[in-house]
């Protein structure tokens, strides 16, 4: 079990610019969550997958993000034309939901800096 | 819907003295409870989580959470707190029933004083 890992740790753009971020979650994990965390705030839903359904979508997804989960594996987050009030950090977590306790193992987060 | 209040952005103990962190939940199911450590430049880290079994849940680190259902509480403590407690902690909330999105607090900084 190698955990949650994501990457890149760290992402400095200049606004208008396209970023990608990768997710690799916890072997065997069929929910894949991201969210996004600005400084003093908790983490903020963003959307999550079973499988490579994706199932949900926040408010806070504007058309400008997109995210992928192709082969039920990795995940990609994806946000078109940055604006600097992109810049957060960006939180990747996975379960396994066979006993729907939903407990969510978090990577480190991409944090994505806009200038 | 569902919603998670920290009191107090910043709390303050002497090393080894009591650590007290606040949290009440609003939810209209029986809700999962968690509360999350945070380390700079580090994930969340699950510290304990309640699933409707026992109300008092222990967790890693010393920690344990009561849930209070009348109170809609879910508080954290430490008997004592030591210098590696120092960290941001979140609580958490999600739907009973397996849901899927788990709503956080905003957070409350520990500080651990020499």
């Known amino acids: 079990d190698t955990g949650v890992s994501q990457d890149p740790r760290h992402k400095i753009t200049k606004r208008g610019q396209n970023v990608t971020f990768r997710c690799d979650p916890i072997?065997?994990?069929?929910?894949l969550y991201w969210y996004r965390q600005t400084l003093g705030q908790g983490p903020e839903f963003l959307t999550y997958?079973?499988?490579?359904?994706?199932?949900?979508k926040s408010r806070l997804l504007s058309d400008r993000f997109s995210a992928e989960r192709p082969k039920g594996s990795f995940s990609t987050l994806e946000i078109q034309r940055t604006e600097q009030g992109d810049s957060a950090m960006y939180l990747c977590?996975?379960?396994?939901?066979?006993?729907?306790?939903?407990?969510?193992?978090f990577g480190a987060g991409t944090r994505l800096s806009v200038l | 819907a569902q919603s998670v209040t920290q009191l107090g952005s910043h709390v303050s103990v002497s090393e080894g003295a009591l650590v007290l962190l606040r949290c009440n939940y609003s939810?209209?199911?029986?809700?999962?409870l968690f509360w999350y450590v945070q380390y700079p430049n580090q994930g969340l880290q699950l510290l304990l989580k309640?699933?409707?079994?026992?109300?008092l849940v222990k967790g890693i680190n010393g920690f344990e959470a009561e849930f209070k259902k009348s109170e809609t509480s879910f508080h954290l403590t430490k008997p004592s707190a030591h210098m590696s407690d120092a960290a941001e902690y979140f609580c958490?909330?999600?739907?009973?029933?397996?849901?899927?999105?788990?709503?956080f607090g905003a957070g409350t900084r520990l500080f651990v004083k020499a």
């Open positions: 997958f079973q499988n490579e359904a994706q199932l949900e």
């Open positions: 072997s065997e994990h069929n929910r």
């Open positions: 958490a909330v999600s739907e009973g029933t397996g849901g899927f999105k788990t709503i």
């Open positions: 309640y699933t409707s079994a026992a109300t």
């Open positions: 939810s209209s199911v029986p809700p999962y």
């Open positions: 977590a996975s379960s396994f939901d066979a006993t729907a306790k939903n407990i969510q193992y």
